[in-house]
Structure formats: structure tokens, C-alpha cells
């Protein structure tokens, strides 16, 4: 790790201020959310300053990544007749375009104290993707802890036919290199924080997860923690006074619809939802006395929203919200983009 002074040379660069918009952007002008771009080495930067009042020394930050789409079709894949289709109908990220902006949040997130990966790192699952993964991500960033993409697992991108590989047979080449559990992990900051990292990548949450989920949240409210999720998709905030996924689903002009929990890409929605996805949103949801944060990809645009949430205070119940980040897809900016989440 590096020295706090070197992490703090870093981010002490002069910031230029962010004010053109890209492309499926949203933003949001969340009173805790401030954006601005590196003036020397040009990443963007979201911060997002958190104040939980934990009694730490100095902030702990967490560097954030979100759908960097590394695609790498190699020799060896070209001998695999779904990696050839994919190849040919593959469109997006164009040739190689993802890999200095990943490269450069990647590098930006090292700075800080912690580095979380949001899901569809791998833009399609290919010998060449997963080696250069391995090589930048895993061998480079060990400790980084790295949420599951759809995108991940998938050999059939764009070509409109299904994956011929069973689900679990192409989980398990994952499950051989991923640095940690692929469906659930977690590891406590800083003596204060739990990261829970937990795939939702199907659009749905996994039996497996209930269990560990309840864990972490009793161990929090026992010691006195606060736990972040990280995932990919992020959850229907049930919010009437939502408006920013709102506008992200009607900016996109893909759905008929801009009824939010009718959207199969927010997970939790009651249409499309479920027992166990139900019961993990419960969890999240009605804990918010120790859930504190929600940290999410998919929608490649970012913006904010205000999940309706409780908990229970003696016998009472308490109504509040929980903070909801969604970050852009990496490969949009030249230098990449990257959330800071700064606790306090
Ligand atoms: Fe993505």
C-alpha cells in the first residue's frame, strides 16, 4: 500500500472544474457529491464525502470502479466458434478504447485506501479478456475486491443467440481466478466498516447470500459497524420522490415504461422479483441503522437516488432513506472515472 503522503500528493493535484456533461450522464447535485477532474493525469473523480462520525484518525477512502468492459479476443479464443461470432458482432468498447481509462482509474484508485471493482470488468468471457484481467487487475491490485457483471460470464455478446456453456461451467472459470468468493464477500475497513460485495448480476439476489448477509449485519450491530454494499445493479428505491432513475431509464429510450419497479434493471422491483431477491432486499433495507450505503454499476450513467429504508429502534420503527451511488461505465472518459467514497 502507499504511504499516506503519497496518496495524499496525489489527489492534492489541481482539479479542473466538471462542467460538460458526457453522454448518458445524470447528475445529480447530491449535497455530499462533488465532481471535478484531475488537471495533470485527467481522471474523473466523484467524491462523495460520508460522515458517520466513526472516531477514525483520518478519512478512509475507497477508490470505486464501475463496468470497465475489458474485451480481448486472442488467438486461442478465435479456435472457439462463439468467441468468433461475438467477435464479429461485438460493437462496443470500440478496439482497445477501455484500456487506458481503465488503466488510469485503476491507478487512481490505488491512491486510496481501499479499491472496489463494480462489476463487468470482463466485457465478454474470453481467454483473452480473463488473462488481461488477471494480468491488470488481479496480479496488479491483489487486495481489490471485485463485484460479478452480468457481462462477466457471458461468450455470447451482441450476437443475439444464448451462451452454449452452461451458466455454472463458465461461473467456475471465473471461480479459479476471481481473488475472492464470487457471489459474496466481505471485509471490515478501518475497524468500522464492513464492504459487503454481493452479486446481483443475474438480476437477482442468491440463496447463499441470506445467511452471510444476516451475519454481517448482526456482527455490525454487535460491534458497533456500519456496512456499504457493493454490487452491480442497483436496487428500486421505492422512493415517490425519486426522479434521477427516472430520467436515466427515459434517457436511455429503451423501456416503454419509466415505472421504476417495473424495470428488470433495478433489482428488488415487485413484478420481477424473487422470494430470496425479496428477502436479501429486505435485509438491506430494513437495516438501515448499520446499512449505511449503496455503491452500484450496470446503467453505465451516474447518478443518485434515496432508498426508502427502516430499522428498528427498541420496539419502534423508524423511517429513513440510504444513500444510493450509481458510477458511470469507465470506458466514456478518456482517463477513466472513479468514485472516492471518503468516510468520516
Ligand atoms: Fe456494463
New binding site residues.
Partial sequence: MKSLKEREWFFSQEKEEFVSIPPRIIYNPDPHYDMYRLKTTRQLVADINLDFNLGLDTPFIIGAV??M?FNVCNQDDREDEELVYTEKCRKWPENLKWAIPAAKALEACDFCDATVVL??TLDYLSNGSLNYTKANLFKKYPDAMVAL?G?DYTKQMQTGIPDKLPLEERLNILRAVWPHDIHYYSRVLANKIIAVVIDNSQTKYLPEQIEKLEADIARAKEEGMIIFIFQHEPIVSKNPAESCARAVIENSGAYKTTDIEANPKFIGGAEHSDEVTCKVYDLITKNADVVKAIFA??W?SQFYSEVCATYKNGGEEVHTVIPQYILS?NPYHEAGMLARIIVN
Avoid: L
Fill in positions: 464501475a463496468d468492459h462489476g463487468d457483471g457481462h454499476g450496470h453505465h461505465g
